[in-house]
């Protein structure tokens, strides 16, 4: 196991070409045909068993950790029946050859789709469901009827508008190449709804998923699936009182996790018969011993650190095939919970050093290697390869208080540093009493690769406890998804996919609701006032406060809609198997099974709209240079005429991020009151909701769909991004600036994650005294109550270069808002947001 062969293994994986695989979607439609009327985690259980039992398998050339997502080499398993990614291939399926990473699809793949999965879950999907409640609730306006026809082609037309040609052909993309055919335009009338059924209204967001959370995989590891399992069938024996569902689900559970076991063994008996002709020595030791862990685990508790990886694996692989792709899911703590394995093979002679890399190192490649048929509006500010951040989390305290750092804490580091970095977020925790040795460490890495996020347990912890989690659980948190907290195997968190603008809002205020100009079946904003009428620039804060109340409580009942679908549609009994609290109380993680359960509002655009009020309250309320009503004609007009006042928006009110003290107190404002909207509110599964502050591309989205803003943004450029400083804004204050306006966060306000991002130059850390300069500005910050930053390290030279010749810069990974990616994965417009950052040190 050496250097050389990860390496060939990277290089297969950056040239390989994308692919879309419907194994699963076939299993799963084949079994939801067959079983109407059962139960919905049974159905479950049974297609995931089908899948598990009929997918082709296979052996890669080089790899010491077996199991497979799919039938192909880079694809992801596609979750028909939550009903996003059905809808993305029936739209773009004449376009996938023409995207900037093309999908193959086989042919038969393509009849497959068009001729019986599309058919079947046609109306009988989590979206559908979704929508049909949103229907019925007023939150869109998609109702058929000749009224609703009639109107859809004038709100188009105001929409197209809006967004301004450009911003339409980066939207669609690739798919504006695509011939209109009839089916193509029959298709296209039938998915006019689609943006309405994700986005209620221009400020919100609320996905179809129910991702980010922290898998369970430690469980596996630890205790074995075979324990686990009887544990569900013991429970089953138990008085689970009169609801048919808890015994149900205990079945489903049980049924899931066996299924897993025997796809293990599938591959033990590949790799048994594969290594009877194997021509040399060293393939037939590979591939017994590949035979011999497969055997072992998942099943049983892992004996060693090379079993324990791969228990780890399999357990994710069956994880992705049962949930369906473009869902998170954490590793957790890998460097605690795989410790002892490690430290005892170490000591008694099984494995040296060396060894342990490779492994790691394998192991976050196969991490890394996910792809799925991102929509067009989505390729332009997100990446392909690697888009799902399966978080590892390293250092940190223990649950009892003590400094968790161990030696497996800098192998994880050293893997990640001899890869050159990965795709896969490295999540490295620190606080008050971590080692010199491990930051300093840390800090080497990041000088050499970017992807690794750093987060502060001093802050994170007290936000878990307010949240509710007890001390030892909150001191084992971990991160999932981009930047969001979790505990470790314990938590429903919901953090993904339920968004809310907040530059939108402000705009929705300033034009009595009608602005962003509503797509197609979303509804407008409230009407808070004229803003005619906002004497004071409390009266205008005032109507912002009423539309962002409003904007919540549209978001809480979408996500409600979308939870009962959940609930009633798609449990997930393999993963709530693997979740403490789903078994003890018989009770699937969607209806509330798991120990701790939350909802998180992610927010956007803080700084836009912290810069925007500035900019109102300075030349409208302050120096009285115009009226309100002038200002927002001027925004309305995308500042066409008034170039000289938009420079003067830019560069004289106080700015975000600059250490302006007007700013950091409205910016406080803002996240007081959002937190307290939140605290109004209980999920449909009895959980609060928190809030949280990032963004993986879709500030530039939001960005096309949003126009221009008082702060003298012009239409079509992103808006801020996570709790960063805008792009437009020069950093009088270097990156202390925006590093003292977030360490002033309070943490039960923020407690589901924060993403400063932070671009160097290289030339910041390219010395000894530069690299002891970033930690001690890494520990000054966590010091004053900073929860997060991630750094990028790359020149802007670099990244024009990386555009111009991609092929010479395949590897370059950054990171982009919450996520890493691969630079040249990136669309044009995302990686056009990422050049535009501040470039510290250069």
């Known amino acids: 196991m050496t250097a050389a062969r990860v390496s060939r293994m990277k290089r297969r994986l950056l040239a390989a070409r994308y692919e879309i695989c419907l194994a699963r979607a076939r299993h799963f439609t084949d079994v939801y045909r067959e079983t109407e009327g059962l139960d919905p985690a049974l159905r479950n259980a049974q297609a995931l068993r089908r899948t598990l039992e009929r997918q082709r398998i296979s052996i890669e050339p080089d790899e010491w950790l077996a199991g497979s997502k799919t039938e192909r080499f880079l694809a992801g398993p596609l979750s028909v029946e939550r009903g996003d990614f059905l809808r993305t291939l029936q739209l773009e399926l004449p376009v996938l050859h023409r995207k900037q990473r093309p999908f193959f699809m086989s042919s038969e793949d393509r009849d497959l789709f068009r001729q019986e999965i599309l058919p079947y879950w046609d109306g009988r999907t989590v979206r559908d469901r979704k929508a049909a409640a949103w229907e019925e609730e007023g939150l869109v306006t998609t109702r058929s009827g000749l009224p609703g026809r009639a109107r859809t082609p004038v709100q188009a037309a105001r929409f197209l508008s809006h967004v301004g040609l450009s911003g339409v052909r980066r939207l669609l993309g690739v798919s504006l190449r695509a011939p209109i055919t009839i089916g193509r335009a029959k298709d296209l009338y039938r998915l006019r709804h689609e943006l309405a059924w994700n986005n209620p209204t221009p400020a919100t967001y609320c996905f179809d998923v129910q991702g980010h959370l922290c898998l369970g995989i430690d469980r596996v590891v630890r205790e074995g699936m075979d324990a686990i399992a009887q544990r569900a069938r013991a429970r089953m024996s138990e008085d689970t009182g009169a609801d048919p569902h808890a015994r149900a689900f205990l079945q489903a559970a049980a049924e899931s996790l066996e ?130 951040q399966h978080c590892v989390t390293i250092g940190g305290l223990r649950p009892d208080g003590e400094d968790g750092t161990n030696d497996l804490s800098f192998l994880f580091l050293e893997a990640y540093e001899r890869m050159g970095g990965s795709v896969n977020q490295l999540c490295v925790r620190l606080h008050r009493r971590t080692p010199a040795a491990f930051l300093e460490r840390a800090a080497a890495v990041f000088r050499r690769c970017n992807g690794l996020a750093f987060y502060n347990d001093d802050a994170i912890v007290p936000g878990l406890l307010a949240d509710g989690y007890t001390a030892g659980h909150a001191r084992d948190y971990c991160i999932v998804g981009c930047v969001e907290t979790s505990g470790q195997s314990n938590t429903h968190g919901c953090p993904g996919g339920h968004e809310l603008v907040l530059p939108a809002v402000l705009v929705m205020a300033l034009t009595g609701g009608r602005e962003p100009c509503p797509a197609p079946g979303q509804r407008g904003g409230r009407f808070c006032g004229d803003p005619a009428s906002f004497r004071t620039f409390e009266q205008l804060f005032e109507a912002f406060s009423a539309q962002l109340a409003e904007q919540v409580e549209t978001l809480v009942r979408a996500v409600a809609a979308k939870d009962r679908a959940h609930r009633d549609l798609l449990p997930a009994p393999y993963v709530s198997a693997l979740m403490h609290g789903c078994l003890e109380r018989a009770m699937d993680m969607t209806a509330g099974g798991a120990t701790y359960d939350f909802t998180s509002i992610d927010l956007r655009g803080l700084a836009t709209l912290v810069d925007s009020l500035l900019a109102v309250r300075t030349f409208v309320y302050e120096r009285h240079e115009l009226s309100l009503v002038e200002l927002v004609r001027a925004v309305r007009a995308d500042f066409r005429g008034r170039e000289a006042l938009r420079q003067r928006l830019l560069r004289e009110a106080p700015k975000y991020g600059t250490g302006a003290p007007e700013a950091d107190a409205l910016a406080l404002r803002v996240l007081d009151f959002v937190a307290g909207e939140l605290r109004r509110y209980r999920n449909v599964r009895g959980g609060r909701f928190r809030a949280c502050y990032y963004s993986y591309g879709n500030h530039v989205i939001d960005g096309i769909l949003l126009g221009a803003t008082p702060d003298g943004r012009r239409r079509g450029e992103p808006i801020s991004n996570g709790v960063s400083m805008s792009n437009l804004v020069l950093p009088t204050a270097g990156p202390t600036g925006p590093m003292r306006t977030v360490a002033r966060f309070p943490p039960p306000q923020v407690s589901g994650g924060v993403s400063l991002n932070l671009r160097f130059h290289p030339r910041f850390v390219a010395t000894d005294n530069g690299l002891r300069a970033f930690a001690g500005l890494l520990r000054t910050y966590f010091a004053q109550g900073g929860m997060h930053v991630q750094p990028n390290v790359v020149s802007t030279e670099t990244l024009r270069d990386a555009q111009r010749h991609p092929e010479r810069h395949r590897d370059l990974i950054v990171k982009v808002a919450g996520y890493s990616a691969y630079f040249t994965d990136l669309g044009r417009s995302i990686q056009e947001d990422i050049v535009a950052r501040c470039e510290f040190g250069g």
């Open 259 to 388: 299924a897993a076991i025997a796809y293990a063994e599938r591959f033990a008996a590949l790799a048994e018969r594969r290594g009877g002709g194997a021509r040399s020595a060293e393939e037939r030791g590979r591939l017994s011993a590949i035979a011999a862990h497969c055997r072992h685990v998942p099943r049983h508790p892992a004996r060693t650190f090379h079993e324990a990886l791969q228990a780890a694996w399999m357990a994710h692989v069956v994880g992705e095939i049962q949930y369906g792709t473009h869902d998170v899911f954490a590793v957790g703590r890998a460097d605690q919970f795989l410790e002892p394995l490690y430290a005892r093979d170490l000591c008694e002679g099984r494995i040296d050093r060396e060894e342990a890399v490779a492994l790691v190192q394998e192991y976050l490649l196969k991490l890394s290697a996910n792809v799925e048929p991102i929509p067009e509006l989505g390729t332009e500010t997100n990446s392909v390869l690697g888009n799902s």
